[in-house]
């Protein structure tokens, strides 16, 4: 039986290693892991050059530029939409010209943070002969058909991705994740997770003694775990699910500060998290107050906290 040769881009990054990983297990797949060393997705006819000749079933877009405050300079802007913006739609192209499924990544952050409210069906709005939003507890957040309108430019930048895609392809799955987290990236461009930050913060903070950790408790959002995203990516893949936008991420959405809480009690880290507002780590970029994505395609997945675990015992 032949082989379905895939090609990762990005495989040295977080997602991108889990991704080669996973697939690699399956033998019906043959995995090809390009990193920027191989391609540079932001130059178009090199795009269409490398992935004609190589001619693979299914391409992976896991490169991204993550550098959210950064995005808010123009230079780094531009950036942001060459990597982000433009080249998923040379990749689109190709794909296309090919006869390849495209598979691209995309965010929470291109929501403004300010979800629509749902009401009880057969709701009239007549509050006072109503009794329907007793036992009504709405999903609030943003489905896969909610209205983007991203408050910052790397959201901006994924946005114009999105669009380069839907221009370009039919044959795609966009699928937006939020706060990703997982092994460290081997790329050296890379940044660190939440997480990682903060389990250096937090045990430099115990041997301290007495130093408290700061953590933001808003922006509320949930985590995804590499992993877990990746093995979903291979789950739409492999059960053939319709072309289009999709919804990935842990359940159970949290603020930063309530993560932090959970990552420290899991680790068993002493140190004393202290709850701030967003105005005490004012940063460049503007972010949504309340950036929940809701599935409403796939079996969800576990809760955030059963991922953390894992996490941890696989870094330690």
């Known amino acids: 039986m032949e082989k379905v040769k895939i090609l990762i881009i990005g495989s040295k990054g977080m997602l991108g290693q889990e991704l080669a990983r996973t697939f690699k297990r399956d033998n019906e797949y043959e995995v090809f892991a390009w990193d920027n060393q191989e391609i540079d997705i932001t130059k178009k006819k090199e795009v269409n050059n490398k992935l004609s000749k190589l001619k693979p079933a299914i391409i992976i877009n896991a490169a991204a530029y993550?550098?959210?405050?950064?995005?808010?300079?123009p230079k780094e802007y531009a950036i942001a939409k060459k990597i982000n913006g433009q080249a998923p739609g040379y990749l689109a192209k190709t794909a296309k010209k090919i006869g390849a499924i495209l598979v691209h990544y995309s965010s929470d952050y291109v929501f403004d943070g300010n979800p629509d409210i749902p009401e009880p069906e057969g709701c009239a709005h007549v509050c006072a002969s109503c009794n329907l939003h007793e036992t009504f507890q709405p999903a609030i957040g943003f489905d896969e058909n909610a209205k983007p309108s991203p408050l910052n430019n790397y959201g901006k930048s994924k946005l114009q991705g999105e669009k380069e895609i839907k221009k370009n392809t039919k044959r795609y799955y966009l699928i937006r994740l939020s706060k990703l987290f997982g092994k460290p990236a081997k790329s050296k461009e890379a940044k660190k997770s939440f997480f990682d930050v903060m389990l250096e913060v937090g045990k430099k903070s115990a041997r301290s003694g007495n130093k408290l950790v700061r953590v933001v408790d808003e922006e509320t959002s949930c985590f995804t775990y590499?992993?877990?995203?990746?093995k979903k990516t291979k789950e739409i893949l492999d059960s053939k699910k319709p072309f289009g936008i999709y919804h990935v991420m842990n359940s159970?959405?949290?603020?930063?500060?309530?993560a932090v809480l959970e990552l420290y009690?899991?680790?068993k880290i002493r140190a004393k998290?202290?709850?701030v507002s967003t105005s005490?780590?004012?940063?460049?970029a503007k972010r949504p107050y309340y950036s929940v994505l809701l599935n409403t395609k796939l079996n969800p997945l576990r809760s955030y906290k059963e991922a953390l675990k894992?996490?941890?015992?696989?870094?330690g």
Do not use: G, M
């Open 66 to 73: 993550n550098a959210v405050d950064k995005a808010e300079k």
């Open 252 to 258: 159970e959405p949290c603020t930063w500060y309530e």
């Open 280 to 284: 005490d780590f004012p940063r460049p």
């Open 265 to 267: 009690k899991i680790a």
């Open 273 to 275: 998290v202290v709850p």
């Open 310 to 315: 894992e996490y941890l015992k696989n870094i």
């Open 226 to 230: 590499a992993p877990d995203l990746a």
